[in-house]
């Protein structure tokens, strides 16, 4: 009997565990390891995660970048065009040097 109500026990632990590292993790997105918030406030204004991805070479993991938009676009090229405020941000996983970069 004691076994019974330890396993049940022990499942509504986890459970309990499982929901709240959810709920820790809510309002964030991941790449590559990175984490960055769903949204971000700049000048005032609330700006959105559009896009984010992790850049490699070979088979190491270099970059993660994101971009903010205050209004989501169509296409690429909406995006590039409209006067808006927008956030790139890069997150360096390795050392590198600006002349590897460009």
Known sequence: MRTLA???????????MVLAVGT????????GGVDMPDSLTLQGR????????????????????SLYLENQPRSASEAIASNSVK??????????SREQLV
């Open 6 to 16: 330890g396993r049940i026990g022990a499942r509504w632990l986890v459970l309990g």
């Open 46 to 65: 609330r700006i959105a995660l559009a896009h984010m991805q992790l850049q490699k070479r070979l088979f190491f993991k270099v970059y993660v970048w």
């Open 87 to 96: 956030r790139l941000h890069f997150r360096f996983l390795r050392n590198i």
């Open 24 to 31: 820790a993790q809510a309002g964030q997105k991941q790449v």
